[in-house]
C-alpha cells in the first residue's frame, strides 16, 4: 500500500502559476511511476502528466505541454506538478497517483483525494 496526500491547490487568476504537491508514504515511493490527473465538473477524468521511477522521463497531456511541469524528490517521497499560465480551462480537482509502466502503458493502483485548482478569468 502506498497513501498519497495532495496538497497546494487553490483559487487564482488566469495567468498565474501553481505548484501541487503530493506526499506519499507507506511502499517505497522510488518504486512507483508517478502520474498527475485531474478532473473538471461534468467532465472525465484525464491525464496531465507521468513522470518515471527515477524522474528521466516525463510525459504531459498537450493541453498542458510548455505550461506544467512534473518533478519528483524521491529522497522526501514527494511528488510535484508546476502549473504555470493558468488558463480557466485548467479548472479541475486534481489527482496523483502511483502505479506502473509495461510496454508502454501505464497502470495506476494508488489514488490521492484530490485537491482543488480554481482558475478565474
Known amino acids: 500500500q502506498v497513501q498519497l496526500v495532495e496538497s497546494g491547490g487553490g483559487l487564482v487568476q488566469a495567468g498565474d502559476s501553481l505548484r501541487l504537491s503530493c506526499a506519499a508514504s507507506?511502499?517505497?515511493?522510488?518504486?512507483?511511476?508517478m502520474g498527475w490527473f485531474r478532473q473538471a465538473p461534468g467532465k472525465e477524468r484525464e491525464f496531465v502528466a507521468s513522470?518515471?521511477?527515477?524522474?528521466?522521463?516525463?510525459y504531459y497531456a498537450d493541453s498542458v505541454k510548455g505550461r506544467f511541469a512534473v518533478s519528483r524528490d524521491n529522497a522526501k517521497n514527494t511528488l510535484y506538478l508546476q502549473m504555470n499560465s493558468l488558463k480557466p480551462d485548467d479548472t479541475a480537482v486534481y489527482y496523483c497517483?502511483?502505479?506502473?509502466?509495461?510496454?508502454?502503458?501505464?497502470?495506476?493502483?494508488?489514488w490521492g483525494q484530490g485537491t482543488q485548482v480554481t482558475v478565474s478569468s
Open positions: 497517483a502511483a502505479g506502473t509502466r509495461s510496454d508502454g502503458v501505464e497502470s495506476y493502483d494508488y
Open positions: 513522470i518515471s521511477t527515477r524522474g528521466s522521463f516525463t
Open positions: 507507506g511502499r517505497t515511493f522510488s518504486r512507483f511511476r
